[in-house]
């Protein structure tokens, strides 16, 4: 089992949820996050003074997916999320250990 974290533009996130549930995605925790890549934020005017805003607003995706699954799912949000313009974002894939479903104790893939 592999997690899929998403960071992408606020914008994106319905055509995102869209591509996830075609491919038929059911789990997801979704939060609004703020952060800062490479080009660190950006400059800001405010009331006449200039101020560096160096957290800007993202939405980050969290996924638990089979295998069979990670390559789909990291193609979907590349499709859905991608602009070509800087800051749409990152993919991190992480390997999971273990997954429990707390109502019946389902283990592993059974529990995503
Ligand atoms: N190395 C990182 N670790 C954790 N979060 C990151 C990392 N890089 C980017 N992020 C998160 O992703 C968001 C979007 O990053 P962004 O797309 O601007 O990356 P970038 O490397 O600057 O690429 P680009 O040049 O396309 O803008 C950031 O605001 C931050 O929340
Ligand atoms: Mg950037």
Redesign the pocket.
Known sequence: MFKIEAIIQPSKLGAVREALKAIGVEGITIAEVRG????KGHKEVYRGREYIVDLLPKIRLEMVVTEARREDVIEAILGAARTGK??DGKIFVYNVEGAIRIRNADRGEAAL
């Open positions: 800062h890549g490479r080009q800087i800051g």
